[in-house]
């Protein structure tokens, strides 16, 4: 079999992807909205283009005529997956996926409204006015987020009244896309915020693999960690709300499906429909096969048997803390020293403050003390510096 493939959007996500699908002998198209973006690096061919504009867009469809278009990134003009879905071009995980997923008002009404999944009480705001009331209504403190963003950009828990306007702008400012408007969600007191990495095929069951902890920072993963601890109620509970909220979306791939984990139970919190950054953590090969395979067995329509716990392993992120279009990354070689340990380091042709340039991965026997595993991840992580 032989398929050519659009990524839409080009960042770390999609260059794991790219390889992945490359070595099952797929031909991968990588377009951004930059020359240079770590998946063009390994693909076949790219396209720089503005994905929110729909001329642009369907320019770059016709000139390739792909087979299969797989979206990475949330700013894409998605209302035109629905025509390119009737030429019979297959869009991942589905045009109704890609266009729910994108927003967080649809996916939100879908699980809470129209599923009834267990979520945080929230309310939107396109005004400053309607926001001040919305946090009124839910109190303090509370959590804002743009309907569209990337990495946890925009994001903040209000904690004072004072900081209203601030929380405002920001999310504002940073929304991506053409949608100006904001949600904002009761503050949950959780334990573990968990990412339960969910497959669903065209020729087999819904897969689930081993769940992943993570902890954020400014709404941006900081490290993860495979297998975190959940009782097996939780786990089923959270399984039984990723299947039932990627069945409603429809289509084929891995959906990344983020829960809160309370002493009330598993809350719904956020779904994407593709690889996951926190899911980077299955580059120690934590699993039978990373997420990266997982998504392009599914979207090829290959088989997989099982997904199985391979060995436990965390990762910690690589930041920038500046602004510099020329740059050297040292201190590879003192990670690389202690045992266990392995880099990426994505390629990123700039960087910026809390740009996310690489990981550092750690691995070791299953049953192996997390909190330990985390230490030495975040170790190594720390001997590489931006310079």
């Known amino acids: 079999m032989h398929k050519k493939i659009l990524l839409l959007g080009s960042g770390e996500l999609g260059k794991e992807l790219v390889i992945a699908l490359q070595r099952l002998g797929q031909t991968v198209i990588a377009a951004d909205s930059y020359p240079g973006a770590p998946a063009m690096q ?110 946890g950009k925009g994001q903040s828990v209000l904690k004072k009244l004072d900081d209203q306007q601030e929380v405002w702008d920001y999310a504002i400012n940073n929304s991506r896309g053409d949608i100006k408007e904001v949600i904002i969600e009761e503050f949950i007191s959780f334990e573990t915020e968990i990412t339960l990495l969910t497959v669903t095929q065209k020729n087999g069951p819904t897969l689930f693999c081993p769940p992943i902890g993570h902890r954020q920072e400014r709404g941006d993963y900081q490290e993860s960690w495979q297998p975190v601890a959940i009782s097996k109620k939780d786990l089923a509970d959270a399984a039984a709300m990723a299947q039932k909220v990627t069945s409603a979306l429809t289509g084929e791939g891995i959906w990344g499906v983020e829960f809160f984990l309370t002493n009330k139970g598993v809350y719904f919190s ?10 980077m953590v299955t580059l120690a090969d934590t699993q039978n096969l990373s997420q990266f395979e997982l998504h392009a067995r599914a979207i090829l329509g290959l088989p997989i048997p099982a997904i199985t716990l391979e060995r436990a392993g965390a990762n910690a992120v690589i930041l920038a803390d500046k602004t510099a279009n020329s740059f050297n990354i040292e201190g590879i070689e003192k990670a690389l020293e202690q045992p266990y340990t392995d880099v990426r380091i994505f390629g990123k042709p700039s960087t910026r403050p809390y740009r996310r340039m690489g990981i550092a991965l750690v691995y070791d026997h299953i049953g192996a003390d997390m909190n330990d595993l985390r230490k030495k991840a975040k170790a190594a992580a720390d001997c590489i510096t931006i310079i």
């Open 42 to 151: 390994v693909a076949d061919d790219f396209e720089v283009l503005d994905m929110l504009n729909a001329a642009q867009l369907d320019a770059v469809v016709a000139k390739h005529q792909p087979d299969l278009i797989v979206p990475e990134i949330e700013a894409i003009r998605t209302e035109r997956f629905y025509p390119y879905e009737q030429q019979q071009i297959q869009i991942v995980p589905s045009a109704r996926a890609a266009n729910f997923t994108m927003n967080r008002k649809l996916i939100r009404d879908l699980a809470s409204k129209e599923l009834g999944l267990q979520t945080a009480k929230y309310f939107y705001a396109t005004s400053f006015v309607e926001f001040t009331q919305a946090v009124k209504d839910i109190g303090l403190p509370c959590v804002v987020k743009p309907l569209m963003s990337s990495s």
């Open 270 to 279: 956020e779904l994407s429909p593709r690889p996951h950054d926190t899911g």
